[in-house]
């Protein structure tokens, strides 16, 4: 819910609409399930905006990214519509969003998205190369015009929370601190980023960020069964000793995957956004949450 309600204005025609140039493959394993996976990006016609289809299941309906089809599941994204579900798409929309993509037909053949090395690097590279072609329809823009600020709404005991800000400079800056009120092996810290600034700057200081946790829940999240195929080279595993197995491709490589997060959250709706919004502690259901109450605020 807002705590300060922002002055938020939805500008129809914006600039015009994009899609890949050619359909492109990114293949690989669920994290959670260890399913293999191919996922089929696919251009697609003006205003269909990003969709998943699940080839593996009968008369299967699209899955639009929208967040009013988003589904609770802990620490991902997932959309559902009837029976037919996608999971672990965050990363997926992300690199969709920093690529500029905003229609696409996505084919899957299992219920989750490729974890590849936890980051959205390999799908981000993939729709570059393919290319990005510009459409006859309009996207919309929504713009923070007055400041406002974002606390869940699920009363929990966390003060998580999100400042919405105007823009200074026409740009829109999106920025996450990580902070831990405990003791806890993973460093408090924050990452920014203009999210106007090039995909290939996308490409080079955000995509790249992988998926994090503890060794303690790395090893709880094995004896449910789950994450059975998942080594130290698909996510980022804090011991008490550092890292396992692997090396930080930033220092705050935590925060910039948040920030990674944020940016696949804030996907589904089909507008871009304009603004400042300064994220703390904050995850997949608070950005969700936040998405449909702009989306509600719209003057
Ligand atoms: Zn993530």
Redesign the pocket.
Known sequence: MFSVKPRVVRVEAFRRQRTLARQVDVAGFGLWTGVDVVYSFRPAEDNSGVRFFRADLPNSPPIPALVENRVQKPRQTSLAVGSAQVDMV??VLSALRAARVDNCDVVVNAPEAPGMDGSCEPFLRAFLEAGVVEQTAERALVKIDEPGTYYASDGSSNDAKIELLPSVSEETLYEYTLHYDVPCEIPNQTATFNFCRSPECFLKEIAPSR?FLTLKEAEGLRRMGVCQRVTAQNALVFGHEGIVDNELRFENECAR?KL??MV?DFALAPVDWLGEFRAYKTGHQQNAELVAALLDACE
Request: without cysteine; proline residues 0%; hydrophobic residues 15%.
């Open positions: 965050e990363h998926t995957h990674l997060d696949g």
